[in-house]
């Protein structure tokens, strides 16, 4: 009998994961970006790799793009390559952490011409999303100071919201903008949007389209990020996640690699809120940089252990646990939702995919279909994924 039972199975059909585009380019820490044979050279290869991990996993139906760097000539040919090949284009991700203008803030400058370019670049994200036909605009802004006194915080928190009013704004009604914190990083005293709070904060002034997206990455060592989801999703701000996996800062390793007890403890968290259910609209999304792995394998690993991770979460016995949680059985409690965790899920998992006509091991399949050969061989001079491309 299957160690996951069939109710639980069929929600797992729900389950959707979004690839950003940037995990197919080659990327590197700031000492060496070591390229990988086989990286693409451009968006539409980018998406092509996209789609052979959701060709094996049927897990990964959407691509995320980050502009300027998947930008394109026609969207509408860009969007009908990626239906060609079974997937559909997601979130796009805006930049304005790569110019010189933004050397003191791009949404939150002293100088009005700066943040006139930058939401002028929002604008330019909301007429690609018309075209792509996404929902989602999602802000991360590389946007602080370096030196106490050097900036005016109060000030910059104040035109943060207006320029985020003016995007706002512009947005169609089905659209949404999706702010992402994270506590430190280029800026090294003080960050705009440094946590939840404050992401939270400036969504709310803006309205019911404006959500938080919590990178997993994107915390200082030990914070509890299952308690931020419990409270974004009790708010209904909780807009996406980033999941990826760090041992020390922003590290963008596979999902679920460094601590993946932390990954069941957030989905545990998710199921309760009713994250899981699509009108909850919280997008699963990945961000990861793959720059010593091969990368089509790195996402299919990704999106494999964030499927793990979710069955074991709906394995929680929520009857038993909230019962014991009454009872102040403490360790009863606890009891409940590490046999949950304990549970090896694979061999259901597998049997799940064989029954849906899907490898039982994607990992395996995709190193056997070739297209790695194929694609080590066909394509010459692949790029980075955006820095210096
Ligand atoms: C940031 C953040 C964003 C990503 C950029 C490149 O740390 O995680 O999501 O777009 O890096
Ligand atoms: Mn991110």
Same mark, same amino acid.
């Given at each position: 009998?299957?160690?996951?039972?069939?109710d639980?199975?069929?929600?797992?059909?729900?389950?959707?994961?979004?690839?950003?585009?940037?995990?197919?380019?080659n990327?590197g820490?700031?000492?060496?970006?070591?390229?990988?044979?086989?990286?693409?050279?451009?968006?539409?290869?980018?998406?092509?790799?996209?789609?052979?991990?959701?060709?094996?996993?049927?897990?990964?139906?959407?691509?995320?793009?980050?502009?300027?760097?998947?930008?394109v000539?026609?969207?509408?040919?860009?969007?009908?390559?990626?239906?060609?090949?079974?997937?559909?284009?997601g979130?796009?991700?805006?930049?304005?952490?790569?110019?010189?203008?933004?050397?003191?803030?791009?949404?939150?400058?002293?100088?009005?011409?700066?943040?006139?370019?930058?939401?002028?670049?929002?604008?330019?994200?909301?007429?690609?999303?018309?075209?792509t036909?996404?929902?989602?605009?999602?802000?991360?802004?590389?946007?602080?100071?370096?030196?106490?006194?050097?900036?005016?915080?109060?000030?910059?928190?104040d035109?943060?919201?207006?320029?985020?009013?003016?995007?706002?704004?512009?947005?169609?009604?089905?659209?949404?903008?999706?702010?992402?914190?994270?506590?430190?990083?280029?800026?090294?005293?003080?960050?705009? *949007?440094?946590?939840?709070?404050? @992401?939270?904060? &400036?969504? %709310?002034?803006?309205?019911?389209? =404006?959500?938080?997206? /919590?990178d997993?990455?994107?915390?200082?060592?030990?914070?509890?990020?299952?308690f931020?989801?419990?409270?974004?999703?009790?708010?209904?701000?909780?807009?996406?996640?980033?999941?990826?996996?760090?041992?020390?800062?922003?590290?963008?390793?596979?999902?679920?690699?460094?601590?993946?007890?932390?990954?069941?403890?957030?989905?545990?968290?998710?199921?309760?809120?009713?994250?899981?259910?699509?009108?909850?609209?919280v997008?699963?999304?990945?961000?990861?940089?793959?720059?010593?792995?091969?990368?089509?394998?790195?996402?299919?690993?990704?999106?494999?252990?964030?499927?793990?991770?979710?069955?074991?979460?709906?394995? *929680?016995?929520?009857?038993?646990? @909230?019962?014991? &949680?009454? %009872?102040?059985?403490?360790?009863? =409690?606890?009891d409940? /939702?590490?046999?949950?965790?304990?549970?090896d899920?694979?061999?259901?998992?597998?049997?799940?995919?064989?029954?849906?006509?899907?490898?039982?091991?994607?990992?395996?399949?995709?190193?056997e279909?070739?297209?790695q050969?194929?694609?080590?061989?066909?394509?010459?001079?692949?790029?980075?994924?955006?820095?210096?491309?």
């Amino acid at each position: 009998m299957s160690t996951i039972p069939t109710d639980i199975l069929s929600e797992l059909e729900l389950q959707s994961i979004e690839l950003p585009s940037w995990a197919f380019g080659n990327s590197g820490t700031r000492f060496k970006v070591f390229a990988t044979p086989g990286t693409p050279r451009d968006p539409y290869e980018k998406i092509a790799d996209a789609a052979q991990v959701h060709r094996y996993t049927a897990l990964a139906p959407t691509v995320a793009l980050h502009i300027p760097w998947d930008k394109v000539d026609s969207y509408d040919d860009l969007r009908k390559h990626a239906e060609d090949l079974g997937v559909a284009l997601g979130t796009i991700n805006s930049n304005t952490f790569q110019d010189d203008d933004y050397k003191f803030g791009a949404l939150t400058h002293e100088d009005p011409a700066v943040r006139r370019k930058a939401i002028d670049h929002h604008f330019e994200c909301i007429d690609i999303m018309h075209k792509t036909g996404s929902r989602d605009l999602k802000i991360w802004l590389a946007e602080g100071s370096n030196y106490p006194g050097q900036a005016d915080l109060r000030g910059r928190q104040d035109r943060l919201h207006e320029s985020l009013s003016t995007i706002y704004e512009r947005l169609g009604d089905e659209q949404r903008l999706v702010l992402e914190y994270k506590f430190f990083e280029p800026a090294f005293y003080h960050t705009d *949007v440094p946590d939840w709070g404050t @992401s939270y904060v &400036q969504c %709310a002034a803006l309205g019911e389209r =404006a959500v938080v997206c /919590l990178d997993t990455g994107h915390h200082a060592p030990g914070t509890n990020i299952e308690f931020i989801v419990a409270q974004l999703l009790r708010l209904r701000k909780l807009g996406s996640f980033d999941f990826n996996s760090r041992f020390y800062a922003d590290d963008d390793l596979i999902v679920g690699a460094a601590d993946p007890f932390q990954l069941f403890r957030i989905l545990h968290e998710v199921n309760r809120g009713g994250g899981f259910a699509s009108e909850s609209g919280v997008v699963f999304m990945l961000d990861q940089c793959h720059n010593i792995e091969q990368k089509i394998p790195g996402q299919i690993r990704s999106v494999l252990n964030v499927q793990e991770m979710t069955a074991r979460a709906l394995l *929680v016995d929520a009857d038993a646990l @909230s019962a014991a &949680q009454r %009872a102040g059985d403490v360790l009863g =409690a606890n009891d409940i /939702l590490m046999d949950a965790f304990y549970t090896d899920v694979r061999p259901a998992l597998a049997d799940w995919r064989e029954e849906r006509g899907l490898p039982r091991d994607p990992m395996r399949a995709y190193a056997e279909s070739g297209y790695q050969v194929e694609i080590e061989t066909t394509r010459i001079g692949g790029t980075q994924a955006g820095w210096g491309a």
